[in-house]
T-cell receptor
Framework: GIQVEQSPPDLILQEGANSTLRCNFS?????LQWFHQNPWGQLINLFY???GTKQNGRLSATTVATERYSLLYISSSQTTDSGVYFC?????????FGTGTSLTVIP | SAVISQKPSRDICQRGTSLTIQCQVD?????MFWYRQQPGQSLTLIAT?????????ESGFVIDKFPISRPNLTFSTLTVSNMSPEDSSIYLC???????????FGPGTRLTVL
């Protein structure tokens, strides 16, 4: 099956800092999503982004499908941004989740 | 997007017992999915549940261990049978817009098996 690798695996930021999370996938995909899993385990939809760039407040995402990667940008990070960020890709048969990036924002 | 809920939100169970997790969506959806997230790990798809047919299980998951029901287009259940401590995980249900489109997840069921 498709491999979905995220980097970095762990990230610690000072509040107010910016960061870039990366998602690499090994084969063509139909679509891609970014999720934030909060400390209570709930998955929150951030972006549905098969290609191109989207922005939502302090967050933005870019997917370059031809080069098989996606980036999630977090600007002016806040402690509430802490948690695990997952990308997930759809190959047409099912969703495959990435390995995740664990983000800790310290005040 | 439709609201999706799960019951129970968490449970602590004894080994050898079974637990049924319910997933409810407030509008009709074609495809529902069940995932397992073991501690510190990513999500792994258990099965796809379509109304009116048997669930389709992914490699490594079998119907005897994880029986699934899908009686209508708004509801599904997952049973974790004959539990062992290795079954301690978060179990999540989801649905996809237009089948395999954008996915939305329930809040999850945190299961601990002693």
């Amino acid at each position: 099956g498709i491999q979905v690798e995220q980097s970095p695996p762990d990230l610690i930021l000072q509040e107010g800092a910016n960061s870039t999370l990366r998602c690499n996938f090994s084969d063509s995909v139909n679509n891609l999503q970014w999720f934030h899993q909060n400390p209570w385990g709930q998955l929150i939809n951030l972006f549905y982004i098969p290609s191109g760039t989207k922005q939502n407040g302090r967050l933005s995402a870019t997917t370059v499908a031809t080069e098989r990667y996606s980036l999630l940008y977090i600007s002016s990070s806040q402690t509430t941004d802490s948690g695990v960020y997952f990308c997930a890709v759809n190959t047409g048969n099912q969703f495959y989740f990435g390995t995740g990036t664990s983000l800790t924002v310290i005040p | 997007s439709a609201v999706i809920s799960q019951k129970p939100s968490r449970d602590i169970c004894q080994r050898g017992t079974s637990l049924t997790i319910q997933c409810q969506v407030d509008s009709q959806v074609t495809m529902m999915f069940w995932y397992r997230q073991q501690p510190g790990q990513s999500l792994t798809l258990i099965a796809t549940a379509n109304q009116g047919s048997e669930a389709t299980y992914e490699s490594g998951f079998v119907i005897d261990k994880f029986p699934i029901s899908r009686p209508n287009l708004t509801f599904s259940t997952l049973t974790v049978s004959n539990m062992s401590p290795e079954d301690s995980s978060i179990y999540l249900c989801s649905y996809g817009l237009a089948g395999l489109g954008e996915q939305f997840f329930g809040p999850g069921t945190r299961l601990t098996v002693l």
